[in-house]
């Protein structure tokens, strides 16, 4: 069995115990999806603002556990002041950590930084809780997808 | 009553996966709400079927289908005396008991119910006990009413007749999977009958963990599974009224369900076939038919007696180390509730309680638990759930004491 200090670093943690842009955004102008995991009964609710193909600014509501909650709390602090394609890529890059996405061997996606958030690299070990970490990147995509940028 | 009569520390020892070590730690499994372990008998019978006796049933002349078809009925037999139930004929094997309430819905229902017509469900119901009457509420506009609950997890019954007036349908649980309430059912069924309405049971969680009695309950129709119940899973059961079962259109065609097929049209087969078409579940069957045995010989009301004991326990013991630090929903009075704790610690998320505790190889489920209305009711996403069946002992709920512990130092609190 994988130890828990592979799941639960002290960074994924702090984000939990501090949540960085939790809150809610004016709708419009800002995108807004939310997100279920079914398996768990987790919510969560981001809220983008897209101005000239920047994300200017990003929500995080809802509850979960401390995978889903840190997650979102990362990928907000990544992904805001991106373009959408550097969000894009991060997406992607990101999945392809989790396993749940194909890793091009050459390519724009090995330039893509995961900083803190490769603290989550650990959950792979304990694949039920793929789903809780991804949870809010795909909520995210939902939220631009909407907004059919 | 004794339950001393019982060696549980033997019955313990019939479950061959309780002696697992992982990471040199013994198996502390308190998800039987969820889905049962097997006894050596059960796991034997279906292996010596397979290995000496495998043969398709009903069909075929020669002595091994014979053979097959006797051990197959005989489970049926098994579990009519189980139930209490009038006829044999009244039992009918689904794929789960999911698929149980689905044909209640699909054939009693769509014969039975049309525009504005009232269906009462309670709020403590699994969603398999939900959804298949919102389809059917869909397709035909009928009326969904709900049966509300007390503060302390119990159905409010206040209002009981007033909800029942007009309705043609009353389906509730005899036992919450998430609460562990136990529901007045011969009270319910009764009052069913008073405003007109069909009782329909979810047994789910009753039948596994007490002596069953259809007949004493007043029900029409009654369901419930295999799985939780020490058998196999793929096996579910559905028990109802002989009239009832008669009057109601087929469920599934194919082989086996007819009685008579033409270029222009098809007549049912007797009951039970009627209502088990195609090849069914016969290993599972037959390794029902040897849980029902084990259970049986056991005895169900020492059974309900352990856990009740068990039940109690284990309140204390984690009510006595965590006081406020723990919020066990339900009813405190172990007479009106199952082995079933459902609870909040310390502000832990459900999910990362569990991947803590399974550190120490204790097992429980954090989830909604197919029941999201009644999460939403708690005021929660999800809650943690420990429950007890009859091989799991005190040394089991310390165990959940002690993992607990090591939670709150894991996320600092």
């Known amino acids: ?149 | 009553m004794n339950t001393n009569l019982v060696d549980w520390a033997a019955v313990k020892a019939d479950f061959p996966v309780l002696q697992r070590i992982i990471d040199d730690q013994r198996l502390v499994y308190l998800d039987s709400a969820n889905t049962s372990q097997k006894p050596h008998a059960v796991i034997d019978a279906m292996a010596d079927f397979m290995r000496n006796g495998y043969s398709p049933i009903s069909r075929s002349a020669y002595q091994l289908a014979a053979e097959a078809t006797d051990l197959f009925e005989a489970a049926r037999a098994k579990i009519q005396k189980f139930i209490n139930a009038p006829h044999v004929e009244e039992i009918i094997f689904t794929k789960n008991a999911t698929e149980a309430l689905n044909l209640i819905a699909q054939t009693w229902g769509r014969e039975n119910l049309h525009t504005g017509d009232i269906v009462v469900l309670t709020h403590m119901e699994h969603h398999a006990n939900i959804v298949p009457w919102q389809m059917l509420a869909a397709e035909r506009n009928l009326e969904i009413r709900w049966i509300p609950l007390t503060s302390d997890g119990q159905l409010d019954l206040t209002n009981l007749s007033s909800l029942l007036t007009g309705a043609k349908v009353l389906s509730f649980t005899a036992m919450s999977n998430v609460l562990g309430t136990l529901t007045p059912v011969a009270q319910l069924c009764q009052a069913a009958h008073a405003a007109g309405a069909l009782a329909i049971v979810d047994a789910c969680q009753y039948v596994p963990h007490n002596v069953t009695d259809v007949q004493a309950w007043g029900a029409d129709f009654a369901w419930f599974s295999s799985h939780k119940m020490v058998g196999p899973s793929g096996v579910g059961v559905l028990w109802g009224r002989r009239e009832l079962l008669h009057a109601m259109p087929p469920f599934l065609g194919g082989g086996n369900m007819i009685g008579d097929v033409r270029l222009d049209g098809f007549t049912c087969a007797e009951l039970p076939s009627k209502f088990e078409a195609g090849t069914p579940a016969i290993v599972e069957v037959i390794g029902l038919g040897a849980a029902v045995d084990y259970l049986s010989k056991i005895g169900m009301a020492h059974v309900r007696q352990h856990e009740m004991n068990l039940t109690d326990y284990a309140l204390r013991t984690l009510d006595d180390r965590y006081g406020t630090d723990i919020c066990i929903h339900g009813p405190r009075d172990i007479a009106v509730r199952g082995a079933v704790l459902s609870f909040a610690f310390r502000g832990i998320h459900p999910h990362d309680l569990s991947q803590v505790l399974d550190q120490k190889n204790v097992c429980i489920r954090a989830g909604h638990h197919c029941a999201k209305p009644l999460m939403k009711l708690l005021g929660a996403n999800a809650t943690a759930r420990a429950s007890f069946y009859l091989y799991n002992d005190e040394s089991d709920a310390d165990a959940l004491a002690d993992a607990l512990d090591s939670a709150s130092d894991i996320f600092g609190l």
């Open chain 1, 1 to 149: 069995m994988p130890g828990l200090e592979d799941l639960y670093r002290e960074i994924i943690l702090d984000h939990y115990r501090t949540p960085r842009n939790r809150g809610e955004l004016e709708t419009p102008p800002a995108h807004m999806a939310e997100g279920h995991n079914p398996l768990c009964g987790d919510e969560i609710t981001i809220y983008a603002q897209v101005e000239n193909g920047i994300l200017t600014d990003i929500k995080v509501s809802g509850q979960g556990c401390s995978i889903s909650q840190s997650s979102a709390s990362m990928m907000s602090q990544a992904v805001k002041g991106k373009s959408l394609a550097e969000v894009q890529a991060l997406v992607h890059r990101f999945k392809v950590m989790m396993s749940i996405a194909e890793d091009p061997e050459d390519g724009p996606l090995v330039e893509v930084k995961l900083g803190d958030l490769e603290a989550l690299q650990g959950v792979v070990k304990f694949p039920v809780r793929i789903k809780c970490a991804v949870l809010s990147w795909n909520t995210l995509l939902q939220a631009l997808q909407e907004a059919d940028i």
